[in-house]
């Protein structure tokens, strides 16, 4: 159980297009999701916090005009990245977390990632 | 403010040497959580382990063992008899009530087994 699905798995884009990243929650509910950015040989890095019915909370740092995130569904988290530059190339990665009681660790299930890059 | 540290950027090993991963963290927090993951080349996140704060107990699975020190703020983790299969980057994670319960990660350690 807990599985997370991405999609695409990796995309190649035009510099100037928009790219729309979906995180899809596949046997769990899941109110809350995060989406990271992990450069090459780097660390993960939050981007934002995605609640299911609300705006995303964004990291400090991340301009929110340019990653659209929305939550529609309590399976469903999309990142949009708009007028992507090759400078938005990177790996990203989303977790989704458990909704309720049960998930007394805190524990977050993380997608497969999807790789971007923008020529 | 939360924070992990994993200060071994790249460690290499032959096939079938133990190896340990050091991982500190920093927290206010009494009640915290801590996790290993493992990322292969492929990117995927493959979860190890999970440990709540008031959990000391280490822990073994297989090749892998886990020693959970509160008195040093340390997670460490340890694999035995390494092997290529083994050779990946690990993350240590927390999360804690003070930071809103986010995973921060520290910066990963670069395996590398060689036969």
């Known amino acids: 159980g807990a599985v997370v699905s991405q999609h695409p798995s990796w995309v190649i884009c035009k510099s100037g297009t928009s790219v729309k990243i979906e995180c899809r929650s596949l046997d769990f509910q899941a109110t809350t999701m995060f989406w990271y950015r992990q450069f090459p040989k780097q660390s993960l890095m939050l981007m934002a916090t995605?609640?299911?019915?609300?705006?995303?909370?964004?990291e400090q740092g991340v301009e929110k005009d340019k990653f659209l995130i929305n939550h529609a569904s309590l399976t469903l988290s999309t990142l949009t990245v708009t007028s992507a530059h090759p400078e938005d190339s990177s790996f990203y990665i989303c977790s989704a977390r458990l909704a309720g009681v049960f998930n007394s660790y805190n524990e977050q299930f993380f997608g497969p990632g999807t790789r971007l890059t923008v020529l | 403010a939360q924070k992990v540290t994993q200060a071994q950027t790249e460690i290499s090993v032959v096939e079938k040497e133990d190896v340990t991963l050091d991982c500190v963290y920093e927290t206010r927090d009494t009640t915290y959580y801590l996790f290993w993951y493992k990322q292969p080349p492929s990117g995927e996140l493959v979860f190890l382990i999970r440990?709540?704060?008031?959990?000391?107990q280490n822990e073994i699975s297989g090749r892998y063992s886990w020693n959970f020190q509160k008195s040093t703020s340390s997670f460490n983790f340890t694999i035995t008899a390494s092997q290529v299969v083994d050779s990946a980057v690990y993350f240590c994670a927390l999360s804690a009530r003070g930071g809103f319960q986010k995973l921060v990660f520290g910066t990963g350690t670069r395996l590398l087994v060689s036969p």
């Open positions: 440990r709540n704060s008031f959990d000391e």
């Open positions: 995605s609640n299911e019915g609300s705006k995303a909370t964004y």
